[in-house]
């Protein structure tokens, strides 16, 4: 039996994890944090105290609203005035929930942290370039989330528990109606944490005074400004755009200081190379030589063959034998060989 904080979203995939080691007769403590006063924090904490109370286990609720604006709103904001495309679901998670997930254990003086992510951990003998701890797909490859926890150190992986690591999203469901945890959920779009508020994108950033001015729309090869847009934020790189006649137009490219957004055609939204920063090493030493494997570029995309190469101090260059549409600036990518997490960085 271990003593183990959970994380409890008000959401079903929590539910189940923590009914799961209840089960197991595990002491639990479960958390909820609120990040901000909006309503889906509000359901999501009364959800969280009712399935507690249902599986008998205590359950505190955490504001980190403050830091939340601190460490995840202004790196957002920061990162779109700039033109970039910040993956803000990881930043979310690798900057807040995890670290405040750990801390409150220490506090509490639990040995064990568990999520209901789907994710897995699995350990096996250290190898000349693997740590003995990996970070690995979900068993559900579809709701597979090990690209939001990346970054998570050896020690965290040691202390982590994931229920439902060889469960699929439809057999939690199932076990949720079984047990009676069905309670009333919170739209994935109203998840303040993952996704910048309910409301959407521009309205999170009009809460803060930061919904930015519109500006021109610019046909890249002919300079041509074809019309004008609401907002960079609202254009990723390689989207199509509704700007112009004569066939689909791509977001291309951002000049964040004029506002522009420069389209074009689909193969001039596309690339073959970029560099990668801020690289962390999940389940493996830092890369030293070229590596083949497989990167996801978002959190709901299927791993892409690519090649790795190291050039410099904590970057690298990527490379894809076919170009690849939304290598935008400021995005986090994952890398995989098979199911293993390697590790990820963010594009430069």
Not at 148 to 155: F, I, R, S, T, V
Not at 264 to 284: N, R
Not at 302 to 316: A, E, H, I, K, T
Request: charged share 20%; net charge neutral.
């Amino acid at each position: 039996m271990a003593r183990i904080l959970i994380g409890m979203s008000g959401g079903v995939d929590s539910a189940v994890a923590a009914s799961i080691l209840k089960r197991d007769a595990h002491e639990l403590v479960g958390v909820t944090f609120l990040f901000d006063g909006g309503q889906a924090s509000r359901i999501g904490a009364e959800s969280a105290a009712s399935i507690c109370a249902k599986l008998g286990i205590p359950h505190q609720v955490v504001d980190l609203s403050q830091r939340y604006e601190e460490l995840v709103a202004a790196k957002v904001l920061e990162d779109l005035a700039a033109g970039l495309e910040p993956s803000i679901p990881v930043i979310a998670t690798s900057k807040l929930l995890m670290p405040a997930l750990f801390e409150m254990a220490k506090e509490l003086k639990l040995r064990f942290v568990a999520t209901g992510h789907y994710a897995r951990v699995a350990s096996e003998a250290s190898t000349t370039d693997a740590y003995p701890l990996r970070l690995m797909r979900a068993s559900d490859k579809f709701f597979d989330q090990s690209f939001l926890l990346h970054d998570l150190a050896q020690d965290q992986l040691n202390r982590l528990m994931f229920p439902l690591a060889d469960m699929h999203e439809m057999d939690v469901r199932v076990a949720a109606m079984r047990e009676g945890l069905m309670m009333p959920q919170v739209p994935a779009g109203d998840n303040p944490y993952l996704f910048g508020g309910g409301p959407g994108l521009h309205q999170w950033l009009a809460q803060r005074g930061a919904a930015p001015a519109g500006g021109e729309v610019v046909e890249l090869s002919s300079g041509k400004v074809l019309g004008s847009h609401c907002g960079l934020h609202m254009h990723p790189l390689g989207s199509k755009v509704p700007f112009g006649e004569g066939g689909p137009r791509y977001a291309v490219a951002k000049d964040a200081a004029h506002g522009r957004l420069y389209v074009g055609s689909e193969t001039q939204a596309a690339g073959e190379t970029c560099q990668v920063k801020e690289l962390v090493w999940t389940s493996i030493h830092p890369l030293k030589e070229k590596r083949s494997c497989r990167v996801r570029l978002e959190r709901s995309a299927n791993p892409m063959p690519v090649q790795l190469v190291p050039c410099g101090q904590d970057r690298l260059t990527m490379s894809f034998t076919l170009p690849i549409a939304g290598l935008a600036s400021g995005k986090t990518v994952v890398f995989y060989s098979d199911d293993m997490v390697l590790g990820g960085g963010v594009i430069a």
